[in-house]
């Protein structure tokens, strides 16, 4: 008679087939199971970064051969001093996937030389020091830069400030 043959094996795609048997011969069937994960190699620049899968905390780069459900995932590195990195991944059946970051330092500085020596620099409204200013630790993004002093004219102007480098003001 007709029989239904299913293989399920762990982290294993289900497999079925349909089987014919008769009593004056020998049935045979064979199955190549395939696997229902995939790996995953996560690497960074500079390493050490702590990633997260889905939001699953699962190591520290670099990573070799993270075991992961196939499909989409998203992986999610983060490390002090640097600003926050994701992407999206395809996970498939015996194709091992990489994804490389290369991180970008979440601060840059800032240097303001103003005239008079002595005039107050804001940084967003908030007090930053007095004029000249070397190498204030600012985190990357745009600010609002204003420089004062009694008697003078105040001046305001707007700077990006990108992550690892020097902005300078004049």
Not at 82 to 109: N, Q
Not at 111 to 139: E, F, M, W
């Amino acid at each position: 008679g007709k029989h239904q043959i299913r293989v399920d094996l762990s982290r294993h795609q289900v497999q079925e087939r349909s089987l014919r048997v008769s009593a004056s011969r020998r049935s045979q069937l064979r199955f190549r199971l395939m696997p229902a994960f995939g790996r995953l190699g996560v690497s960074s620049r500079p390493a050490g970064a702590t990633v997260r899968v889905d939001g699953v905390e699962v190591g520290v780069t670099p990573l070799k051969a993270l075991e992961l459900d196939l499909g989409v995932h998203h992986v999610e590195l983060a490390k002090v001093g640097f600003a926050p990195r994701r992407k999206s991944v395809e996970i498939r059946p015996l194709k091992p996937t990489h994804v490389s970051f290369a991180l970008l330092p979440s601060h840059g500085t800032l240097s303001v030389r103003a005239t008079p020596v002595g005039a107050q620099v804001d940084v967003d409204g908030r007090p930053a020091g007095v004029a000249p200013l070397s190498n204030l630790s600012v985190v990357a993004g745009e600010h609002l830069v204003e420089v004062r002093a009694e008697r003078y004219a105040s001046a305001r102007r707007k700077i990006r400030i990108r992550g690892g480098r020097n902005s300078r003001i004049n």
